[in-house]
């Protein structure tokens, strides 16, 4: 059975630094690999797609890697701002089709 | 282009009482989903539509969960009766094409049972 587990569960940052998410998921056998974004009250907001060929991706000041070999996978945010606070999820995609997400990482960025 | 429609947002009921949710997709999307997200952990699917038939359904608690999509289009999520584990967000999301592609999500649905 796939799990995914993201590190750390919360992180608070100051402006302007750069900070990495990370997440890793027990069975290797994915179709892809997303990142989302979650606002309170709000759905989710896909960020990057990461298919199973891939080892990255990359928009704005977002860049998520890929290794599915080790079963991991991070988000880097450059610049963080205060816009960017929200909980990050990661979802992996497999022979079901179906979406299996991790638990999430609250981020906080401080102005 | 509109995104998907969720009803209500919000829902407060005694447990025992039946409740239901409302979710519409995007236009011209065929694949519908369920999932509730309990508070601090990630989404969970409760069942998958392609157009009105449901595909998977393994995660819904059919005891007291039901689900219906009967022309393809709107779908309705009920609980009945409903208990105090239920609290949660039910999300509901839609994609076009049966091959699974990123899906749009509504706003979700938060339920509180007292």
């Known amino acids: 059975k796939q799990e995914v587990t993201q590190i750390p569960a919360a992180l608070s940052v100051p402006e302007g630094e750069n900070l990495v998410l990370n997440c890793s998921f027990t069975d290797s056998a994915i179709y892809n690999l997303q990142w989302f974004r979650q606002d309170p009250g709000k759905g989710l907001t896909s960020l990057l797609l990461i298919q199973s060929s891939q080892r990255e991706q990359t928009s704005g000041r977002l860049n998520a890697s890929l290794d599915k070999s080790s079963g991991r996978s991070t988000l880097y945010i450059a610049a963080s701002q205060p816009g960017d606070s929200a909980t990050y999820l990661c979802?992996?995609?497999?022979?079901?089709?179906?979406?299996?997400f991790g638990t999430g990482t609250l981020l906080a960025v401080q102005p | 282009e509109a995104g998907v429609v969720q009803s209500p947002r919000y829902k407060i009921i005694e447990k025992k009482q039946p409740v239901a949710f409302w979710c519409n997709p995007i236009?011209?999307?065929?694949?519908l989903y369920w999932y509730l997200q309990n508070l601090g952990q990630g989404p969970e699917l409760l069942i998958r539509?392609?157009?009105?038939?449901?595909?998977?359904d393994s995660q819904l608690p059919k005891d007291r969960f039901s689900a219906e999509r009967l022309k393809g289009v709107d779908s309705t999520l009920k609980i009945q009766p409903a208990e105090l584990g239920d609290s949660a967000v039910y999300l509901c999301?839609?994609?076009?094409?049966?091959?699974?592609?990123?899906?749009?999500f509504g706003p979700g649905t938060r339920l509180t049972v007292t």
């Open positions: 236009s011209g999307h065929n694949t």
């Open positions: 999301a839609s994609s076009f094409g049966e091959v699974s592609r990123t899906p749009s």
């Open positions: 979802a992996v995609s497999g022979a079901t089709n179906k979406l299996i």
């Open positions: 539509y392609e157009n009105e038939e449901a595909v998977d």
